[in-house]
């Protein structure tokens, strides 16, 4: 089970753990804050929708990635999938693609269709 500690730069988080969503509030200004966001099997897999991270732990989508896969090993095994893809903001990007606050970064498993 992945529970933030209030120092690890996460400030709000809503995931659901086992039918229970978890929410926790901190003073961090929204303003300094990029939402992340997951998607399809991703956001089953780490039974997580969405949560923020402090922008000024991070200055790219790689560590954006990196900062999330510390979390736990599920979390590594997710992120160090070559097929993940991201967005900011609505656009696909990689891995060196800069982020700032207010920034939503979105992850994704590869979409297949025909």
Same mark, same amino acid.
């Given at each position: 089970?992945? $529970?933030? =500690? ?18 926790? &509030? ?25 949560? !923020? ?7 790219? $989508? ?6 999330? &896969?510390?979390?736990? =090993? ?8 070559? !097929?993940?893809? !991201? ?13 700032? =606050?207010?920034?939503? $970064? ?9």
């Amino acid at each position: 089970m992945f $529970v933030p =500690s209030p120092m690890d730069g996460f400030t709000r988080i809503a995931c659901l753990l086992n039918n229970t969503k978890l929410q926790q &509030s901190h003073t961090l200004r929204e303003n300094i804050m990029i939402k992340i966001v997951f998607f399809a099997a991703l956001r089953e897999q780490l039974a997580c929708a969405e949560l !923020s991270l402090n922008a000024e732990d991070v200055k790219t $989508v790689g560590d954006v990635k990196q900062r999330l &896969s510390d979390k736990n =090993s599920q979390w590594q095994q997710t992120f160090s999938k070559a !097929s993940l893809l !991201s967005a900011v903001n609505h656009d696909m990007v990689d891995d060196s693609h800069l982020v700032k =606050s207010g920034d939503e $970064v979105a992850f994704f498993p590869p979409v297949t269709g025909g």
